[in-house]
């Protein structure tokens, strides 16, 4: 079983849709990440969470909402998806420790119509 | 902020060597993860510098100098299935030590 997982993997919706991205992990680390990636501009971030009551925003968080249900769960929203938000997203942990990499889910690919 | 540069697409034969920089302006450097990724997959992680010199993991070596603000990552004896981006990121004391990426570099090898 995957360590950290992320459903739905694909999703097709159109423009005005609310839409939630799930993310879940077993590694017991406190650290979650959910990023974007279009072509051309890797990973860019657009909420973090350190624990199940310190969540931040990251560089894009415009259009975005997340919610940190348990220290394994944190999910994504679009509350009213747009066509520009088209992107491959992914969700990640960390321990938080600096010799430590990020671990990532397999990505979620969203198509908005 | 920090500001990690990374050229976007290289090219090399099968069998060859390839090396892939990554230059970075950073405060309190805390490290530099390089990462690969497959077209559509997760990154996986490759390799972690904190420290000048050269870390070397079978066929890939990832370099630091901290004082340039500068690392590369090798690949020798190149395979096509090492076709695929090449994230760097790095990880920073200011602001929220959060891992920072490049915008990743895409490596074709050809046969």
């Known amino acids: 079983d995957a360590d950290v997982t992320q459903t739905p993997r694909n999703r097709i919706t159109k423009t005005g849709k609310r839409i939630m991205l799930e993310c879940s992990q077993t590694k017991g680390h406190d650290r979650m990440y959910w990023y974007r990636q279009d072509p051309g501009l890797g990973l860019r971030l657009i909420y973090y969470?350190?624990?199940?009551?310190?969540?931040n925003k990251g560089e894009i968080s415009d259009g975005y909402s997340v919610s940190r249900q348990a220290q394994a769960k944190f999910s994504l929203s679009l509350e009213s998806a747009i066509p520009n938000q088209t992107a491959l997203y992914f969700c990640a942990t960390w321990t938080g420790d600096s010799n430590q990499p990020q671990h990532f889910g397999d990505g979620t690919r969203l198509s908005i119509l | 902020g920090q500001n990690i540069d990374q050229p976007t697409e290289m090219t090399a034969t099968e069998g060859a060597i390839v090396q892939i920089n990554c230059t970075y302006q950073t405060s309190g450097f805390n490290g530099l993860f390089w990462y690969q990724q497959h077209a559509g997959e997760a990154p996986t992680f490759l390799s972690y510098?904190?420290?000048?010199g050269l870390e070397e993991k079978g066929r890939f070596s990832s370099f630091l100098s901290r004082s340039k603000g500068y690392s590369y990552l090798l690949l020798k004896e190149l395979q096509m299935k090492d076709s695929a981006s090449y994230l760097c990121a790095v990880l920073s004391s200011g602001g929220s030590y959060i891992p920072t990426f490049g915008r990743g570099t895409s490596l074709i090898v050809h046969p």
């Open positions: 510098n904190v420290l000048d």
């Open positions: 969470s350190f624990d199940v009551k310190d969540i």
